[in-house]
């Protein structure tokens, strides 16, 4: 017969009764004749006690064990711990997985360990308390936010991840095709086009947990790889996708149990934030707020909309060739007022972007706008930036052709999730509430790419290494 498991979490209101329980051995006690166990499951843990037998158990073992849930005698309870009032006096058990000696001490919480050795452990290191606490956050933010999406009638909607390039200001990763030989897939820097070519299918509130892929220079913080809670809405302005954004953000930091600084966002025009603070990202918090692990919140908007190409970025020099490229995002709208300007490609360096930043703690977070939805907006841009028809129409010729038949004004945001649950779990690298992120020399965790594929791989997908 199939044995019932118990959940250790729930023995404390047990007492008397006999259960099976199974989980990792986290720490042992042995004196002679009787072995004390602690019992950690995902809900919790236990004082485990077997008269002659369990000597043999090892740390992080897996092992079920049955007995008897008992009152722990009353000097011994422990008052503010779960379970702090009873033990398990075992009968029998059974080791499900024996674990030999291990290269990460699972009870500390591991702020003194290498990265190296996290990530190549990091099957053990996610087993530590602290980080077990950070992946329980990410999932309950993730809950609020669909929760708050949902209410506000969103539609959850995946788009393709082998795709073709889309314009977000850095390299592409690029995947060689198969079966059209010297052909390449990028990578989705961004859900960006799909998304809106979904405002022109009519889905109108489209929302994904986007992962994205860019190919930049490594930081001590970046990966290659982040997660986005990708938006996109019909028929709104500036004003009303800011208003929405600003609503999820709320009610789902508030249900993690996180403390907002301002009830009401405050906005601020680029160029004030420039003069005010130095620059476009800011912390608005005071000593006392940044004690209580308070989120300062702040919007910054009415960015250039074009930039002079930096000769030393490899992907503006691409993207500008002009010596102009966009300073966020091509797909945007202009400010209504500057649309002219555009459209005629004059005082190139004034044009404002209906882009709207979101900023918090001193990071930026989420980056938005309105965007082109006529083919003579996004054409415009392209020209701006140098290209010649034939490479617009290589490029975006997708999105005009689509602009043309019914495409209805749109604009949404992309809010950086790592990020954020970074703040809100008071850590200070977003490694930290990733599962298995990028070493900072660009390697995966545990499972150690990039590697050398065989040459039979690269013959079939027609690829020659040159180093
Ligand atoms: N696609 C933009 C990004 O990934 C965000 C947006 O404008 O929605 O940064």
């Not at 092992?63 to 000097?75: D, N």
């Not at 601020?268 to 934030?273: H, K, T």
């Amino acid at each position: 017969m199939k044995t019932t498991r118990t959940l250790i979490g729930t023995l404390h209101s047990l007492v008397g009764q006999k259960v099976t329980v199974s989980g990792w051995v986290d720490s042992k006690r042995d004196h002679g004749k009787v072995t004390f166990i602690d019992l950690r499951d995902r809900s919790g843990k236990i004082q485990c006690i077997g008269f002659k037998m369990m000597g043999e158990l090892t740390t992080e073992s897996v092992v079920q064990l049955t007995g008897l849930v008992k009152e722990r005698p009353g000097s011994m309870a422990l008052a503010d711990v779960v379970n702090g009032n009873v033990e398990l006096d075992v009968q029998e058990y059974l080791v499900l997985n024996k674990a030999s000696e291990l290269p990460i001490i699972v009870a500390d919480d591991g702020r003194d360990e290498s990265e190296e050795v996290r990530l190549r452990y990091r099957y053990l290191d996610l087993r530590r308390a602290r980080m077990q606490k950070s992946m329980r956050l990410r999932s309950d933010y993730y809950r609020a936010l669909r929760n708050s999406l949902y209410a506000q009638d969103f539609t959850e909607v995946e788009t393709p991840m082998l795709t073709k390039s889309t314009k977000e200001g850095s390299r592409d990763f690029l995947v060689p095709s198969r079966f059209q030989p010297g052909k390449f897939y990028a990578l989705p820097q961004s859900p960006q086009q799909y998304k809106q070519l979904l405002m022109t299918a009519g889905v109108e509130n489209y929302f994904q947990f986007a992962r994205c892929i860019r190919d930049e220079d490594l930081r001590a913080d970046r990966g290659f790889e982040f997660t986005q809670l990708d938006l996109e809405m019909s028929f709104v302005d500036r004003e009303s996708v800011m208003s929405t954004v600003e609503q999820i953000v709320k009610a789902s930091v508030d249900a993690v149990g996180g403390k907002l600084k301002d009830s009401t966002f405050p906005v601020y025009n680029y160029q004030e934030a420039l003069e005010k603070f130095g620059a476009d990202k800011f912390d608005l918090r005071t000593a006392e707020d940044q004690k209580q692990g308070v989120l300062a919140f702040a919007w910054v908007i009415n960015f250039p909309f074009f930039k002079k190409v930096d000769p030393k970025d490899v992907a503006e020099v691409r993207d500008g060739k002009s010596g102009w490229t966009f300073t966020h995002n091509p797909f945007s709208a202009p400010l209504a007022e500057h649309e002219e300007w555009l459209l005629k490609g004059e005082r190139v360096g004034e044009i404002l972007t209906t882009q709207y930043d979101l900023v918090c703690n001193g990071y930026e977070v989420g980056g938005g706008s309105i965007r082109a939805h006529r083919p003579e907006q996004l054409e415009a841009t392209f020209k701006v930036m140098g290209y010649s028809e034939a490479e617009i129409q290589d490029s975006v010729g997708h999105m005009l052709e689509a602009f043309k038949v019914g495409t209805p004004p749109h604009g949404g945001i992309a809010l950086g999730l790592d990020r954020l649950i970074m703040l809100l779990s008071n850590e200070t690298s977003i490694k930290e509430t990733v599962a298995f992120p990028m070493s900072s020399t660009g390697r995966t965790a545990v499972m150690n790419a990039p590697n050398l594929v065989t040459a039979e791989q690269l013959k079939e997908l027609s690829l020659a290494i040159k180093i």
